[in-house]
């Protein structure tokens, strides 16, 4: 059995192209956004208060529930957590 290579989990686990970029965008911008609120040194209730979240939501995002948030609702998170979400366009190498 030959060994498959992946640029990345989502590529691995994902059943479409679309679907493991969308899992990409949206795992990155949940890692910077928990490395934000971790940065802050304040408890989940009171990050939830600053986020505009409730704490179990709030939760969910620290335990790194993707699956929970779609993009919009991250990049939303992300500005209110005072951080900018650009997108990069390249061409796909396949």
Known sequence: MRE???????DAIETSPEEAANMKARSDVLIAIRQTIDDWNVTQSAAARRLGITQPRLNDLMRGRVNKFSLDALTNLAARAGLSVRVRVVRSAA
């Open 4 to 10: 498959r290579r992946f640029r990345n989990v989502w």
